[in-house]
């Protein structure tokens, strides 16, 4: 039984979206969200396309799904609750099932929506109780006697009663069994377009703006009521609110809570709800129907009370609410906030889901997405998918468009090659101009914990933005442990002390001959080169003597000019003692992470092998790029020349003994214009890996 219980939950649609619309997988509107059991519920009404004959051009409805989410960004659809054919007094073909509501009061969770009656013309309003928030709901065979109207609305209230709102701008409260109006409810006759009607409980829009109002919430917070609902104040619906200290009013009018939407989208309808300390207001839009507005989705905005109680007005936007990880592909141009000159477009004018682009038109314009999170992110860079006419220059900042900067990127057109010239490097090629890129930034400052990006226009030209994403770099290296390692399966020393880069420029591989190394490899850097064993941690000062690297040395360069200029250099370096995360040593990484420069550089590696006899008759078998030279204990034991790739046991020593104890194993490894690694093991005769020594070096 458990086991079906778990499945079923598995099987239920589920989504990660910290923007607007927060449903991906259907339209939704009307949303009334609830807080039950630490989740917020959505009991929205689930616009769905009319089928042929049915509402055409209007709203159509036939059933009720019920959504929840612990942290307004993880969204579960929990299926249908209730439907059309499944409700007693409902017309099964009338697709009229709008605005719910769910409240739980006594151990049990009332649904309340409106729909077609059988018997009937206009609307009236069901309840379908249930044990859980997620159902099974089981409708009661009757609709509540004296509600003629749309879109209820229950106010449990601080006075013990429950209250209950609907669309006509009435209010009435409810019996403790919560399913008929209470006995002393008024009853008045109104009159409405020459016709007659005799309607139950109070007018509470009684003198408050109310053209053609619908939708009411009304909710409790510190002493005061609050009668939220759309209306139309020009053109199309606005939400709006008053205040009163009575739940049934008369309630004071005092301003709007959202302005019409600046699409023409006709209807707005909403709940406002407390999560966790945060006031959020929930609305909805036709974002993912453009043309449609009776195809709407379902958004959120956080909101805000003013000390008096008052509402502060709520701007919608496409950021919405939620905490996105810096490692998601994050849709920026759903901003919180732009500059009045930014605007957005759909990627896809036949795909709305696939969402949209933003554009930065000038030096200047800027565009802000909050709530990101960068506690996932350690060793950084970024990627960010723009599109640029012309050479551009534009950063990702922190918290404001003068804020700390994360990442800065110039798109720079490539000029056309002059003839017979070297090409200049370049970013962006001339047939890229208005394409689509994805470009990799490395990040120049990497935020902590939960903070806003902010993308400016720094250069001459336009940019659009679509997406951008926080990558963490492969990790190629960890701390070394305290314990001793050993050689991995196959035999590869993986733990060294590795010395930060010198800088020592090569105009290319192919000087790396026998002599070149032998006089460079031997030359002294720092002190102590063939004989210290440094700690982790420890710095040394490098200083020595260097020909200045010729003009424009870089790849494919001619060799130096015959008599170099010479300067000294002096650097300070640290070593640092690493576990390599894989078999080859990544100098290149290395020097990313801990140098200055990658090409044009040496590398020293020191590590000490512990063995617990002598191993006699051992060859020292490594592979490295671009070119290295070993010593054992001092004794040179493998010379590594040419421009070589790495490869596994690419040279191998002499007969060697590793002798029981102690036993220092350095390399030095340089490069020119290109990557540089290496692995090193030792094979005994027949080829097969050593393994029976422990790597101490970290001591
Ligand atoms: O969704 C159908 C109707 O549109 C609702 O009942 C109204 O509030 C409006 O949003």
Redesign the pocket.
Known sequence: MKRVALTMLLCLPSWMVAQNPIIRNQFT??PTARVFNDRVYLYP?H?IVPPAGQRQNW?C?EDYHVFSSENLTDWTDHGVIVSQNKVPWVRPDSYSM??PDCIYRNGKYYFYF?SAPKDGKGFAVGVAIADSPEGPFVPEPEPIKGIGG??PCVLQASDGNAYIFW?AGRCAKLKPNMKELADDTPKEKVKWDEREFEMYGVNCLKGLPNRQA??PFAFEYNGNYYLTY?YVRENTEVLGYAMSKNPMGPYEYKGLIMAEHANGCW???HSIVNYKGQWYLFY?HNFFAPKDDKR?SVQIEKLFFNPDGTIQEVKPTMRGVGINKATEKIEIDRFSEASADVSTAYVDTTNYQLGGQATLPQKGSWMKYNDVDFSCLSDGYMLISVKAADNTEFCVREKSAKGKVIARIKLVVKPEEPAGGAPAMSRFRRDMRNQWLSQTATLEYTPTGVTDLVITNEGDGALSVDWVQFKNRPKYFSPAAAAPAKPDEEGFIRRWMLLEPIDKPNSGNTVFTDSYLREHFYREYFKGQQTMLPKDGQKITAVFKQEQAPAGFGRGQAAPPAVPEVKTVKQTLTWHALDSENFNVKLFRFAEKWGTKVYGVLFWAVTVIDCPEDIPDVRLAVGSNSASMWWLDGEEVLLLSGDRRMVKDDCLSRRLTLKKGRNILRGAVINGPGMSDFCVRFLDEKGNPVTNFTINNSK
Do not use: L, Q, Y
């Open positions: 509107a009307d009404s616009d709203f409805m709008w605005a409106p749309i879109d669309g619908e939708g759309p209807t707005n309808h909805h709407r």
